[in-house]
């Protein structure tokens, strides 16, 4: 059974940092590309970051470029999102997600493996 489970997110200030992970379990972890979705309270689910299968390239959203980072450990079956400088627009729920399409003008394609969602609260 494929199961992506989340940890990390939690609350931070204005300017601060937080680190999601997201571990693989029942696939091949390194054959399948994996991205980071959000979602705001009233608003659509955004794209905001996506890594390629093996060690690929990673894409950002405009909204969170320079700012986040995403990289994969595949020998642990782990991505991380790395989220520095956080604003109260990054408050929303995270979703990790695999057999993703990445690409740079949209991110990221929706998963067909989805994670449960992780909340993260940025404060003023």
């Known amino acids: 059974e494929v199961q992506l489970v989340q940890s990390g997110g939690g609350m931070a200030q204005d300017g601060g940092s937080l680190t999601l992970s997201c571990t693989g379990v029942?696939?091949?972890?390194?054959?399948?590309?994996l991205g980071w979705f959000r979602q705001a309270p009233g608003k659509e689910r955004e794209a905001v970051s996506c890594?390629?299968?093996?060690?690929?390239?990673?894409y950002y959203s405009d909204s969170v470029k320079g700012r986040f980072h995403i990289a994969r450990h595949n020998a642990k079956n782990t991505v991380y999102l790395q989220m520095d400088s956080l604003k109260p627009e990054d408050t929303a729920v995270y979703y990790c997600?695999?057999?993703?399409?990445?690409?740079?003008?949209?991110?990221?394609?929706?998963?067909?493996?989805w994670g449960l969602g992780t909340h993260v609260t940025v404060s003023s």
């Open positions: 997600a695999a057999s993703v399409i990445c690409g740079s003008w949209y991110v990221a394609t929706p998963g067909k493996y």
């Open positions: 029942g696939f091949t972890f390194e054959d399948l590309s």
């Open positions: 890594i390629s299968q093996g060690v690929g390239p990673s």
